[in-house]
């Protein structure tokens, strides 16, 4: 354990970091809370630039989810985001790809969530510009797809 921060950093990756990463990251960050689970810590980035509000539309999923959204603004993935990462969960397989591809050594470490949960080929569906229906889908999906890793994150975590 390095000093006295967390065990285990998750970062989470889509597109734009700005719909289902930043989710994923408030939710995930949650459920850690709700457990008293401190040793990993959660985070999120985008493939594309940075510096983009979260959209309304996953903010009004989360509430919905009774979570209040964090001011976050959105981040590019980097390198040295990536070297600090226990873990790199991707909404989709072509985002993993793209990670695998673009930056070394990061075989082992970097999954799509629906691959990390069990379910390899499952992508998370991008609501972007959709409807709070498509918002709320992508959120249930995400929240499922959290859930059912959430076994093997309390173990990555030492829990």
Not at 4 to 23: D, E, K, M, Q, Y
Not at 99 to 114: H, M
Not at 136 to 157: F, H, N, S, T, Y
Request: charged share 25%.
């Amino acid at each position: 354990m390095k000093g006295s921060g967390p065990a285990v950093t998750v970062i989470f990756v889509c597109h734009g970091n700005i719909c289902r990463s930043p989710l994923a990251e408030m939710y995930a960050r949650h459920v850690a809370r709700q457990e008293g689970l401190t040793a990993v810590e959660f985070a999120s980035a985008g493939l594309i630039e940075p510096g983009n509000p979260m959209s309304t539309g996953s903010a009004g999923a989360l509430r919905r989810l009774g979570i209040e959204p964090g001011p976050p603004e959105s981040r590019t993935i980097s390198l040295s985001m990536l070297a600090r990462a226990s873990l790199v969960l991707a909404m989709e397989e072509g985002q993993k790809r793209a990670i695998l591809r673009d930056f070394d050594g990061l075989a082992g470490k970097v999954f799509s969530l629906g691959e990390f949960a069990g379910h390899a080929g499952v992508d998370v569906d991008d609501p972007y510009g959709g409807s709070a229906e498509d918002y709320d889908r992508m959120a249930a999906q995400v929240k499922g797809l959290i859930d059912e890793a959430w076994p093997r994150l309390r173990k990555l975590a030492g829990r």
